[in-house]
């Protein structure tokens, strides 16, 4: 019965750093979860999204907020990037369409 009084704690620096500054300020994680949305939003809309009926786009969010508590644990738990990786594909992405946008503006003129 002796095991099961000692309970072991886990030291603070071997955490991942988004559980260790949730673990300071517990509003860091649920900061962190709302960036995860809000950067899969803008990938999503920058790559991938088109013009669909409202139910749908709904459906789609919803999923999009389901996938993004999926990458938030992915961060919190195991420490992957997925953060930097969101924001690094939102860069990339912007300037990809903006490029496309002033290349499409460009032919609409030379035509």
């Known amino acids: 019965m002796e095991f099961l009084a000692e309970q072991k704690t886990v030291p ?16 860091i994680g649920f900061i ?23 139910l749908k786009m709904v459906v789609i969010y919803v999923l999009l907020v389901i996938g993004s508590f999926g990458l938030w644990f992915l961060e919190f738990v195991f420490g992957a990037p997925i953060l930097a990786v969101l924001a690094i594909s939102a860069v990339v992405l912007g300037i990809y369409r903006f ?12 035509v």
Not at 12 to 26: D, F, H, K, R, V
Not at 99 to 110: A, C, I, V, W
């Open 32 to 54: 962190a979860f709302v960036a995860t949305i809000v950067l899969c939003v803008i990938v999503f809309n920058l790559g991938f999204a088109r013009k669909l009926p409202l």
């Open 99 to 110: 490029r496309l946008h002033l290349h499409r503006k460009e032919k609409s003129q030379n």
């Open 12 to 27: 603070l620096e071997s955490m991942p750093w988004l559980m260790q500054a949730t673990y300071e300020n517990p509003w």
